[in-house]
C-alpha cells in the first residue's frame, strides 16, 4: 500500500471512519470533535508527518503555500455550544460559517460585533486565524479585544484551554490573543468564545467624497473626537477619488444625523445618499484577479498615504481602509510595475492574493527571531501549517 492509504486506514482509526477521505491526492479527515482533533494532530506529530488546517477554503491563499501530508478540515466542528445571553458571552465551534453563528446570536438581539470578509461562507476558525476584522472595529476594537476564551489543540495533541466563560475571568494566560492571527501555525482552534455586543436597532449610513483624501482627514478626526455614536469609519478609494463612510447608531430622537451635517458643512462638504453594498467593499477588491495587499500604518498618515498611493506611476489603485490605519489595496497593472511598487513600501504588509507571484510577507527581520522560537516551542516538530506565516514559519 501507498503511504497516502496507510494514513488512510489510520485516520479512520481516529475519527468517524465516513469522515475521511482524500482531497487534492491527500488524506484528509474532517473530525467532529476537539478529541477528534487532538487524536489526528497526535498522530501525525508521532509519525513526522504534517499537517495543514482548512475551514472554508476563503482565506487559503493568504500567506505562503503549504506542503502538507495531512489535510484537516475543520468545517464538521460546527454549531453555537453555549449562548449565556444574559452574560453577553457565546462559544462557537470553529468550523461554524460566521453568519450562521450571527444568526443564531441574533435570536436575542445579540452579535459578536465584526465584520469579516464572506462571512456568509467563512469560518469562525479561519477568521480568528487571520485576525480579519473591517469597519466595526474603530468601536468594538479587533478580535482580540472580542475573544474571551479558547479551546485550542496544540501540535502533540494535547487540549489547551485559554481564557474562560465570562467577560471578567482573568485566569490563566492569554493564549488565545497569541493564536489570533497566527494562521494556524501554533495550534488548532476548535472552540472561540466571544464577547457579545447587542444588535443596533438605528443604524444609518452615510458618505462623503472628495478628490484627494487629506481633505476628509480632518472631518474623519472630527467625527472621531466627537459624541457622536460612530458605528464604523472606511475611508475607499479609486481613480474618481475618495469616499468617507460613516455609520451612525443612535435613536432618532438623538437627532445625530443633524449634528453629522453640521459637521459636513462646516468641512465644506455635503452628505451624499451611500451606494447599496458599500460596507462589502473590502470583498469587490478581490473580484478581478488584481494583486490584494494588506498593510498597516500609523493612524495620523493614513489619508496622506492613500493620496500617495494613489498616484503611484502605471498603477490603477483600489483601496478600502480603517480609520485605525489598516489599508485593503487592489494593485493593477505589469507583473514588474507591481511588483516594483511592493518593494518600495517600507511598511509592513501582506499580500493576501496575487498571480504575480510576489512575495507574500514584508516584516520587520528583527521580530522573525522572537517568533521562530514561538514557533518552535509551540510545535517543535513543524506539524502544523508549517511554511504559512511570514518567514517560512
Known sequence: MTPATNSLDDLRSLASPDLVGERDGKPAASPQTTEEVAAITRYASQHGLSIEIVGAGTKRAWGNPVAADILLDTTRLTGVRAHSWQDLTATVAAGTPWATMQRALAVHHQHVALDPLWPETATVGGIVATNDSGALRLKYGSLRDLIIGMTIVLADGTIAKSGGKVVKNVAGYDLHKLMTGAFGTLGVITEVTFRLHPIPQHPKTFTVSAPQATQLALLMHTIQGSHLLCEGLQLRGNSDGFHLDIQLSAHPDARQPDILQKMTQAAGFQLAQPSANLWTAREALFANGATVIKLSILPTELCEYLDHMQWA??????????????????????????ESYLQSIGTDLAVLSTSTGAKRWKADPNALPLMREIKRRFDPNRVLNHGRFLGGI
Open 313 to 338: 506611476p502605471d498603477l490603477e489603485v483600489a483601496s478600502v481602509a480603517q480609520s485605525s490605519g489598516l489599508i485593503f489595496a487592489a494593485l493593477e497593472g505589469s507583473p514588474a510595475t507591481v
